[in-house]
């Protein structure tokens, strides 16, 4: 059960920009979360599975996880997470800045959890991710 306090964040972002809007808009949202950030879906599965460097991580409540990501996808990740027995329960976020249906519709056959397109913007990342925080606390329970 989590702690309905903060919300903690696995960011999967090969891209310094867009990490760097996702930390900014996270900062300023109306609920406690915090974020961190990995580079690539390699580094994302050390992460989750507390190999070395990553032994003291806590789990995330969240995985937003990039389908654009170098060598391993975002989809290539999450069906490694699901998988796995101590990972498949996560709740996955697959986020892209492509709304093509083919896209969307591969993202939930690889069983991510939600798919969205990113917003342009500052303000506009923020307040969806207000709503995605508010869905996440407020409406459904997560493990
Ligand atoms: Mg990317």
Redesign the pocket.
């Known amino acids: 059960m989590m702690d309905k306090k903060s919300l903690r964040i696995l960011l999967v972002?090969?891209?310094e920009f867009?990490a760097e809007i996702t930390k900014r808009a996270l900062s300023g949202c109306d609920f406690e979360n915090s974020m961190t950030r990995v580079a690539s879906g390699e580094d994302a599965l050390s992460y989750l599975r507390r190999e070395p460097g990553y032994e003291d991580v806590a789990m995330p409540h969240l995985v937003l996880l990039?389908?654009?990501?170098?060598r391993m996808t975002g989809r290539d990740v999450l069906r490694e997470i699901r998988n796995d027995p101590s990972l498949a329960h996560l709740f996955v976020i697959i986020c892209s800045a492509s709304d093509e249906p083919s896209e969307v519709t591969k993202a939930y056959q690889a069983t991510a959890n939600a798919y969205i397109t990113k917003p342009l913007g500052l303000g506009p990342l923020r307040e969806m991710m207000n709503k995605v925080g508010d869905f996440l606390l407020n409406v459904v329970k997560i493990p």
């Not at 990039?66 to 170098?70: M, R």
């Open positions: 972002e090969d891209a867009e990039d389908l654009n990501l170098p």
